[in-house]
C-alpha cells in the first residue's frame, strides 16, 4: 500500500506541474478550489528562511513563520499569488527573532493578523515591539498543546524548549494525514520526539534546513516521512548523510530551492502535489 501511495504521488506530481518564472509577478493568482473536507500546506519558495501556509475550506489562512529578514516583498508576493487577503494566525516557532519588529508589524497591518502563536521565550518580546493601535491576540502554546486550529484541523505540540537550537515542534492531523513541521535540532528534542507516536508521518518539514548533523538516521527512520520538505539557504547545501537516510525510508524530497513553492493539496483519503518551480535566469 505505502508503495502505492508513493507511486501516485510521483504520478500527481508529475501531471500537476505548473510552469512558472522566477518572480511571482509572471504567475496568474492560484485557486486551489479548496472544498469541504480539504486542506492545503504550501511550503513557499523564498531565498531566505520559512514560511509555510495553512489553508482550510473555510477560507481561513495560516502562515507559520514568515521567512528572512529580506524576504519580506517575496513572501507578500507569494501570499497574493495565493490570494490570501487576511491571516488569522501566525505561528512562529523559533525562540531566536528572525524577523525584523518593522517586518511583524507590518505582515500584522497588511494581512490583519489577528493572533500570533509562538513560544513563552519569544511571546514576551513581541508583545513590548508591537506599535500598532488594533494589536493582535499574543498566545504561548506549551509542550503537549492540542488546539483546533482549522475545520477538522488539529495542531498537536510535540516539543518545545528554550536551549539552543530549540523551539516549538508540532504536528497537524487531518483525517488520517499528519504533518510534521520540526523546527528543533537538538538531541534533547530528539529523544523526547522518538517517545510519541510520530510513526508513518505523511509530510514532514525537516529542521534547520537539513544542515549537518540536524537530524539523525534514527528518528529519520522512526518517522518514515512518505514527503519531505528542505528550506535550504541560498548559500548551503544540506547534509548528504540526511538525503541518503531519507531516501531509504522511500521518501520523496521536495527542496524550496531546487523545487520553487511546493503545495500539498489533502482530501479526507488522497494528497496531491504541486509544485511552482523556479525559473533559472539566463
Known sequence: MRTLLLLLSIFIQSTMLVEAAKTTSNIENIDLNIRDHELAVTFLGLTEGEATLIQGSSGENILVNAGG???????????????????????LTKNEQELSDKQINRLITKFSIK??????????????????TNKPTVISWEQGTKEKILPEVTAVVQFIGNEPNEGMDFTLDFFN?????????????????????????????????????????????????????????????????????????????????KHGTVTIKFTDSNYEVITIPIEEEE
Open 115 to 132: 493572533e500570533i502563536i509562538t513560544t513563552r521565550e519569544l511571546s514576551a518580546h513581541i508583545s513590548k515591539k508591537l506599535n500598532l
Open 69 to 91: 529578514k529580506e524576504t519580506d516583498a517575496e513572501l507578500e508576493g507569494w501570499l497574493n499569488l495565493y490570494d490570501v487577503k487576511e491571516i488569522s494566525k501566525l505561528i
Open 177 to 257: 494525514h499528519r504533518i510534521f513541521l520540526m523546527t528543533s535540532f537538538t538531541q534533547r528534542a530528539e529523544e523526547t520526539l522518538l517517545k510519541k507516536n510520530l510513526e508513518n508521518i505523511n509530510v514532514f518539514k525537516i529542521p534547520n534546513y537539513a544542515a549537518e548533523d540536524s537530524l539523525s538516521e534514527k528518528l529519520i527512520q522512526y518517522l518514515n516521512p512518505q514527503i519531505s520538505i528542505l528550506f535550504p539557504p541560498e548559500a548551503e547545501q544540506p547534509d548528504p548523510d540526511i538525503l541518503i537516510d531519507l531516501h531509504e525510508t522511500w521518501s520523496e524530497i521536495y527542496s524550496t530551492k
